[in-house]
């Protein structure tokens, strides 16, 4: 721009960031986006070669924006565009905002390729954009052939274009590209391509990469490090697009099935946390190898990795010793986030590639819970958000605008159907969904593989062939609500013997009884233990809830997030009736699917979500439960179904719940005695 824009010059409004402003005609969109801060990818700065920079002229009048934008008021289409579409994808009615110039009021569309589609977020109420600005930039500069009158090296004279063409000042390069820069760029003529990364504003830019020529491919990863599975997002940079999505079960299971047996493995063996690290990291670079190979993208072209994980898988991945993660005070080597190389990890990706681990909240709630913190964005709202990660530690945290608050509950392994005496992982012949008839006492169900009720036709022959095998963890739940409903299991959670007389599916076992739920090759029943495992886990994670609104100060939560895959499979009105959670309206219960793996992708797209989660994880009030008093009397008082002290009127409103009655066990166990053994649960659990 020559001279500074006046009232008399084009407005231009970029969507979807809403920025604006007067610009004089025959300025190229790309300048005015730059000069606005809004970030529209170039690789060839400018020069109309690498049909990165398309944006869309929108047509029509925008009252309230009182534009009336129209293609006629961008300069015509010229050669050098026409030269480039002929080369490159440039998609119908975009324009190279390097080559069309402003010569009217404008609303200009930058093309948000970055959706976050429903694939990827299993259930997510709505689609989401992820504006772009990557750490990682692809600089294309033509090189001053070498001059003797002027002994400036190969090297000096690319930092000097990269600065005249691209404005990037005061470049660090990396070490092992020093020998290679010659050849590069003679086998280029002289026109090079150079990623450049800079996290944040204030570090130096550094150069991780060259290529000869124009280099149009550059990619990141976004992995979220499960204790049983690995999810990684594989993502251009240039676009946004996710071209792949992938998961792999982490290897290191072999050394522990949750995460304290694995923290116990590095205890009692030292010399197997190398052989952990390792396995790890093998088996990211061998998930990334394979969401290559699916794309048919390079490895190589990988130039960024973001991760998250829970703390000790955070731990683990970066060569850290989780010791001190087993016991209290749950020190973290690390809470902050962490900037590191893919060489220095051993990721078989671009060796200049660089790498960036979300921070952890605490000790207890990693890197994981900040990425979904970073998804849901309670922080982002007025709103009281409850959100939650179900494993075998639940990460909760609760808050909007004005303060968020953290803990993490020792749910234990019931709700993944471990403990669980028919309880399996989901796989196809799993019992997924249950209704029991309050009247007959009989059950109907579906199981994975196949769409029927178990009282439909067609079902029989689909049984057969893929078996009935067990409960799956998130039926779990359903089939101990619907005992509930249907009055088989009474508050307190005792199956009651008294339903024998009337129903052959209502068994003694020894003191106590079970429900029959399925009775063929295999018998499925749910037993007495197995309500009180359930009850036990869910006792857990409701008091740590609990623990977290009284901190809040608030008796309900406005709307509530249930993260990761066990919540994407449950139905929230049977968590609300067990009592897992707190009373809230049920169309503010939502499942987010893999929001850590999101935060990641957010994080790997732009640079401000780094910096906001970064913000928002020092903020975030970090709760320990087993330093609450009052945890143990929330847990014991949520051991009751749904619960003994909490009223859930809005979940009354759409599901006739039982009147209170408590109910003795064959035993003749008493109220008061449960009490007590429920007290010694409470405080193993705690222990
Ligand atoms: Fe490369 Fe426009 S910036 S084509």
């Known amino acids: 721009m020559n001279r500074p824009p006046d009232l008399t010059d084009p407005l231009v409004l970029f969507m979807p960031s809403g920025k604006r ?33 398309q944006v869309v002229v929108q047509e029509g009048a925008f009252a309230k924006h009182k534009i009336v934008s129209s293609s006629d008021h961008v300069s015509p289409i010229g050669p050098k565009e026409m030269r480039c579409a002929e080369k490159r994808r440039v998609l119908e009615g975009r324009r190279l905002s390097c080559a069309a110039t402003i010569e009217g009021d404008l609303v200009i569309d930058v093309p948000q390729d970055s959706v976050v589609n429903a694939q990827i977020v299993r259930k997510a109420a709505v689609d989401r954009l992820i504006e772009r600005d990557p750490a990682v930039q692809l ?3 033509e090189v001053d052939q070498p001059d003797m009158h002027k002994p400036l090296g190969d090297l000096d004279r690319l930092k000097a274009m990269l600065e005249k063409d691209w404005g990037w000042q005061d470049l660090l390069v990396e070490q092992h590209l020093l020998s290679k820069v010659q050849g590069i760029l003679r086998k280029g003529n002289w026109g090079v391509t150079a990623a450049i990364h800079q996290d944040m504003e204030t570090a130096r ?57 694995r923290v116990s493995y590095v205890m009692l063996h030292p010399e197997g946390r190398g052989a952990m690290t390792k396995a790890v990291r093998d088996a990211i670079s061998d998930l990334a190898r394979r969401v290559c190979e699916e794309s048919g993208v390079d490895p190589d072209d990988i130039l960024d990795a973001v991760f998250v994980g829970n703390p000790i898988m955070h731990h683990l991945f970066l060569g850290i010793d989780p010791t001190e993660l087993g016991q209290a005070p749950f020190a973290l080597a690390v809470s902050g986030a962490v900037h590191s190389w893919a060489s220095e990890i051993g990721l078989k990706i671009n060796y200049g590639a660089r790498v960036y681990v979300l921070p952890c909240i605490a000790g207890h709630v990693g890197a994981d819970a900040a990425g979904a913190t970073l998804s849901e964005g309670p922080h982002r709202q007025d709103r009281m958000m409850l959100l939650v990660d179900v494993g075998t530690n639940a990460e909760i945290v609760l808050g909007n605008s004005e303060r968020v608050v953290a803990a993490s509950s020792p749910t234990g392994p019931a709700f993944e159907g471990a403990e669980i005496s ?17 009247v007959t006492l009989e059950p109907r169900f579906k199981i994975i593989g196949s769409e029927r009720w178990s009282d439909e036709e067609g079902f029989a022959e689909e049984a057969d062939k893929l078996g009935i095998t067990g409960i799956c963890g998130s039926a779990i739940i359903e089939v101990v609500a619907q005992m509930y409903l249907a009055g088989i299991v009474s508050e307190d959670g005792v199956i009651d013997g008294t339903l024998a007389t009337r129903s052959p599916r209502i068994e003694q076992t020894g003191r106590t009884y079970s429900y029959l739920l399925h009775d063929g090759a295999q018998r499925i029943l749910v037993t007495q233990n197995d309500v009180r495992a359930i009850q036990l886990a869910k006792a857990a994670l409701y008091a740590g809830i609990k623990l977290l609104m009284e901190k809040q100060g608030v008796d309900h939560v406005d709307t509530i997030c249930f993260a990761g895959a066990f919540g994407s499979y449950i139905d929230p009105k049977y968590a609300m009736v067990l009592g897992l959670i707190p009373d809230c309206d049920l169309n503010e219960v939502k499942a987010v699917g893999n929001a850590a793996g999101t935060g990641a992708l957010m994080a790997l797209l732009n640079r401000d979500h780094r910096r906001e989660i970064e913000r928002t994880v020092r903020r975030i009030n970090k709760i320990e439960t087993a330093l609450e008093s009052k945890f143990q009397q929330h847990f014991v ?20 719940l039982p009147a209170r009655k408590t109910t003795e066990t064959a035993d003749g166990l008493a109220a008061p005695r449960r009490r007590s053994r429920e007290e010694r649960m409470a405080r193993r659990n705690r222990a």
């Open 637 to 656: 008082d949520a051991m009751a179904i749904p619960n003994k002290v909490d009223a859930f009127p809005k979940l009354s409103e759409v599901v006739d």
């Open 205 to 261: 830019p550094t150069i991780i990469d060259l290529w000869p020529g124009l280099h149009n491919e550059a990619y990141g990863i976004a992995c979220d490090i499960g204790s049983t599975t690995i999810a990684m997002h594989l993502v251009s940079l240039l676009s946004g697009r996710v071209v792949a999505t992938s998961g792999a079960a982490n290897p290191q299971i072999r050394f522990g099935e949750d995460l304290m047996s």
């Open 21 to 53: 402003g007067r610009f004089p005609r025959g300025t190229p969109i790309l300048d005015a986006a730059r000069e606005l801060g809004v970030y529209v990818e170039s690789v060839c700065g400018g020069r109309a070669t690498c049909g990165r920079c």
């Open 139 to 141: 600089c294309y500069v």
């Open 422 to 438: 028919s309880g399996q992982r989901a796989a196809p012949g799993a019992i997924e969904r249950v209704r029991i008839d309050p």
